[in-house]
T-cell receptor, first 110, second 114 residues
């Protein structure tokens, strides 16, 4: 069946280190969105990627969509304690249903 | 106003109770959604409303009954729930139905069924 794996499940980093989470699909995706959920909070929309090979930046965050539109990554440069939370990719398979990946929980130690 | 407001923030209910969760947005969004999130899991889609009409029901048990009284409001009526229904219930909205728009989520209702 159609599956999307998000890796790693957990990541602990020292403040200042970089962090990357990956979303990998066995099937071509229509588009991909990324959300951040702080502990005890709700998902907050970060960005949407639509085009094959697309790269977008938001300050220290870099988002990529693979050439085959089957994978995506979120990279954070020089993490800060405010980056703590769970990062979800969210996607659809040519439907109106937005499905969330399993998430990567990021912990940043000062 | 760029928020989705959910009430109540916390709810404890017995298995024989009837309660309702409320969601409100004033961003002019025409699509609204209910998601359910268990601890340490991703949100799971329950219902999609587009222009006040139910367009997607993800095979949700009938003890959950959604309602969209107008374009700004979305309710989720609860009846005869089970303890395993305890979760964070998230309401979201987007400009239009579909996945071409980012979703704005409310802060959720944390439901405990006893």
């Amino acid at each position: 069946g159609q599956q999307v794996m998000q890796i790693p499940q957990y990541q602990h980093v020292q403040e200042g280190e970089d962090f990357t989470t990956y979303c990998n699909s066995s099937t071509t995706l229509s588009n991909i969105q990324w959300y951040k959920q702080r502990p005890g909070g709700h998902p907050v929309f970060l960005i949407q990627l639509v085009k094959s090979g697309e790269v977008k930046k938001q300050k220290r965050l870099t988002f990529q969509f693979g050439e085959a539109k089957k994978n995506s990554s979120l990279h954070i440069t020089a993490t800060q304690t405010t980056d703590v939370g769970t990062y979800f990719c969210a996607f659809s398979y040519n439907t109106d249903k937005l499905i969330f990946g399993t998430g990567t929980r990021l912990q940043v130690f000062p | 106003d760029t928020e989705v407001t959910q009430t109540p923030k916390h709810l404890v209910m017995g298995m024989t109770n009837k309660k309702s969760l409320k969601c409100e947005q004033h961003m002019g969004h025409r699509a609204m959604y209910w998601y359910k999130q268990k601890a340490k899991k991703p949100p799971e889609l329950m219902f999609v409303y587009s222009y006040e009409k139910l367009s997607i029901n993800e095979s949700v048990p009938s003890r959950f009954s959604p309602e969209c009284p107008n374009s700004s409001l979305l309710n989720l009526h609860l009846h005869a729930l089970q303890p395993e229904d305890s979760a964070l219930y998230l309401c979201a909205s987007s400009q239009e139905r579909g996945v071409g728009y980012g979703y704005t989520f409310g802060s959720g209702t944390r439901l405990t069924v006893v």
